[in-house]
């Protein structure tokens, strides 16, 4: 079946300006998850939706950074005001959320956001 | 403060030897998993192998295996006879007890493997 897609895979965009990633989760998975990977911080976790909502938003790293996931499937990631420290690969990943392995997550080969 | 500990930046293997790479953690839970990811140069993590707290044999997956010590806290990863397709990032990630944050994962600073022929 088709695995985690994310949309686009690469974006090159000028300081300032607002950017929007998407991620389309495997079908029937009912929890995604959003990742940073950058060269000085690693794997980073940002924001998890179960269904359509995000209990907590406090692991995006600021205020320019939102969220959402419509219909339980697709989620965009949104940053405002782009800033050159936003230049990382964003992560897409999704997951059942039963534990004892069922929540193994399975990633989208990720956006490469840079700002120039 | 960090969960995942990886001690080898980079490791080399020539083909068809095996090779272990070194994971430990740390956390509080009686219940948590842990798990390995392989990242490509193309940059996709894919999911090679599981394992659970509670799980009394060492997880395997065809050429991986999972050597799993609860009492030291430690996930090594084997990988039998290496291929030059195996070259690639190797991250440990663990996630806790579920929470607000689902079953994030925390992640180590991964481990680069070169399969030399």
């Known amino acids: 079946g088709a695995g985690v897609s994310q949309s686009p895979s690469n974006k090159v965009t000028e300081k300032g300006k607002d950017v929007e990633l998407r991620c389309d989760p495997i079908s029937g998975h009912t929890a995604l998850y959003w990742y940073r990977q950058s060269l000085g911080q690693g794997l980073e976790f940002l924001i998890y939706f179960q269904g359509n909502s995000a209990p907590d938003k406090s692991g995006l790293p600021s205020d320019r950074f939102s969220a959402e996931r419509t219909g339980g499937s697709v989620s965009t990631l949104t940053i405002q005001r782009t800033q050159q420290e936003d230049s990382a690969v964003y992560l897409c990943a999704s997951s059942y959320t039963q534990g004892g392995g069922q929540e193994t997550q399975y990633f989208g080969p990720g956006t490469r956001l840079l700002v120039l | ?117």
């Open chain 2, 1 to 117: 403060a960090q969960k995942i500990t990886q001690t080898q930046p980079g490791m080399f293997v020539q083909e068809k030897e095996a090779v272990t790479l070194d994971c430990t953690y740390d956390t509080s839970d009686q219940s948590y998993g842990l798990f390995w990811y392989k990242q490509p140069s193309s940059g996709e993590m894919i999911f090679l192998i599981y394992q659970g707290s509670y799980d009394e044999q060492n997880a395997t997956e065809g050429r991986y295996s999972l050597n799993f010590q609860k009492a030291r806290k430690s996930a090594n990863l084997v990988i039998s006879a290496s291929q030059l397709g195996d070259s690639a990032m190797y991250f440990c990630a663990m996630r806790e007890a579920y929470s607000n944050s689902g079953y994030a994962l925390n992640f180590g600073k991964g481990t680069s493997l070169l399969v030399t022929p």
